[in-house]
Nanobody, 119 residues
Framework: QVQLVESGGGLVQAGESLTLSCGAS????????MGWFRQAPGKEREFVAA????????NYADSVKGRFTIATDNANNTVYLQMNTLKPEDTARYYC????????????WGQGTQVTVFL
């Protein structure tokens, strides 16, 4: 059974950086795409970034392009989200998710980690 555990959230000032980690376990992930999503209070969950584990191909939401970087550590089955130049509007609970290449939707989700950015 696939399990995802996020860490690294916190309280930071605008302009600072933060790195989120997602530890994945339960199987090999060569056929998976890993994603980061976020949900702010009162808003719907939104896509942030994704990476295909086998190829390293990445995709980003327009709102984070140039500021966030998604990457994998294959040896440790970990997915990272490096967040630079954080803005108050980045404040949200961030979730790691996994999607098998045979599926259209992300089917496995972590519990999330809170990121709060203040001015």
């Amino acid at each position: 059974q696939v399990q995802l555990v996020e860490s690294g959230g916190g309280l930071v000032q605008a302009g600072e950086s933060l790195t989120l980690s997602c530890g994945a376990s339960g199987r090999t992930f060569n056929y998976f795409t890993m994603g980061w999503f976020r949900q702010a209070p009162g808003k719907e969950r939104e896509f942030v970034a994704a990476i295909t584990w086998s190829t390293g191909s990445t995709n980003y939401a327009d709102s984070v392009k140039g500021r966030f970087t998604i990457a994998t550590d294959n040896a440790n089955n970990t997915v990272y989200l490096q967040m630079n130049t954080l803005k108050p509007e980045d404040t949200a609970r961030y979730y790691c998710a996994a999607r098998h290449r045979a599926l259209r939707e992300f089917s496995v989700w972590g519990q999330g980690t809170q990121v709060t950015v203040f001015l």
